[in-house]
């Protein structure tokens, strides 16, 4: 936001005509969204792949450090080794878990009491099914 309003605020001062931007001139506002909102959006893209890729990746290492009492560098190493095998599957959970609970925001965010539940149930599923020891029969 801050970088938006950055870029926005030196365009408007220096327009010649103040009056233009009460104008319906596709020109004026293509200048200020194409110089401002593009980067923005461009830089937020090339941002979100790798913090997506990096919270699928470590998403369970929380989750093994708590269960299986592990070392903050193993759980780490094991949690990407695991999701690794499962990338796509892990990233489709992830984001559709995502959707849900952003779903839940709509209608005054009292949805959210009920999805936020939904999504760590899911987590939950989904850490059982990837970590579960060889050691314990599956129920």
């Known amino acids: 936001i801050v970088v938006g309003v950055a870029l926005i605020v030196p365009r408007l001062l220096r327009m010649s005509d103040p009056g233009a931007l009460r104008s ?3 020109e004026v506002w293509a200048e200020i969204l194409g110089g401002s909102v593009l980067p923005i ?8 792949v790798p913090a997506m890729v990096l919270s699928v990746r470590f998403g369970f290492s929380l989750l093994l450090v708590i269960d299986r009492k592990m070392e903050f560098w193993p759980a780490m190493k094991l949690s990407w080794q695991r999701t ?5 599957s892990c990233l489709g ?4 878990t995502s959707i849900v609970v952003a779903s ?5 965010g009292v949805g959210i009491l009920f999805t936020i539940p939904i999504g760590f149930a899911c987590c939950a599923v989904a850490y059982e099914t990837l970590f579960r020891s060889a050691a314990s029969p599956a129920t």
């Open 24 to 26: 319906n001139s596709i």
């Open 41 to 48: 959006a461009l830089t937020a893209l090339v941002c979100a």
């Open 84 to 88: 690794g095998m499962h990338f796509w």
């Open 93 to 96: 959970l992830a984001m559709l």
């Open 104 to 108: 839940g925001a709509l209608g005054c």
